[in-house]
């Protein structure tokens, strides 16, 4: 069973505190990871896609690396306004039918 | 460029009603995916149209149903409302199901509460 998960559930950050996001993916057919950054009450907001294992994607504070069987999404000196819940999601496919499978994600405060 | 539109925004309906939500994916975008996220199941695929067809179904009961326009917007129809269908109904738009661009953006979501 396609399954992703993502550690840790929630992360309290002291302002230019420094750490990483990991998301776990067991998945056949994987086409893409995604990862996404969703404020409450709204939709999630792209931030990278990564497509093969060694990739790596940056903006702004946020990198996210990719490996065979996670991605990480590391957060340099973070912000007060860096606080959200970050999704990651995995693009699976099976023929021609494609989903986006998501991760619970993980809840970042960033303290001043 | 104007992103995902969804309306209406919020809803408040009752059980055995049914309730229709809609979507305006990002101009030239052609396919369309939703979604139900809710507090304990996250987000969870629900299907995605692609040219009037509909392509994938995720794992959810026959009274959730869509449809696509040859304008690219959908709709999402529920009948027979359950408390169980409260959740926040997101739509997503991609350029094409396949390929470099299949990159699926999202829009702010319709808020369903049943009573």
């Known amino acids: 069973e396609d399954q992703v998960t993502q550690s840790p559930e929630a992360l309290r950050l002291q302002e230019g505190e420094s750490s990483s996001l990991n998301c776990s993916y067991t998945?056949?057919?994987?086409?893409?990871l995604f990862w996404y950054r969703q404020d409450p009450g709204k939709g999630p907001e792209f931030l990278f896609t990564l497509y093969s294992a060694g990739e790596e994607k940056e903006k702004e504070r946020l990198k996210a690396t990719l490996t065979k069987k996670e991605s990480f999404l590391h957060i340099t000196a973070p912000k007060p306004e860096d606080s959200a819940t970050y999704l990651c999601a995995v693009l699976i496919s099976s023929g021609s039918a494609r989903q986006l499978t998501f991760g619970s994600g993980t809840q970042l405060t960033v303290l001043p | 460029k104007a992103g995902v539109t969804q309306t209406p925004r919020y809803l408040i309906k009752t059980r055995g009603q049914q309730v229709t939500l809609s979507c305006s994916p990002i101009s030239g975008h052609r396919s369309v995916s939703w979604y139900q996220q809710t507090p304990g199941q996250g987000l969870q695929f629900l299907f995605e149209y692609f040219s009037e067809t509909q392509r994938n179904k995720g794992n959810f009961p026959g009274r959730f149903s869509g449809r696509q326009f040859s304008n690219s917007r959908s709709e999402m129809n529920v009948s027979t409302l359950e408390l169980g269908d409260s959740a926040l109904y997101l739509c997503?738009?991609?350029?094409?199901?396949?390929?470099?661009?299949?990159?699926?953006?999202f829009g702010p979501g319709t808020r369903l509460l049943v009573l």
């Open positions: 997503a738009s991609s350029l094409v199901p396949s390929g470099s661009k299949e990159t699926q953006y």
């Open positions: 998945v056949s057919g994987l086409r893409g």
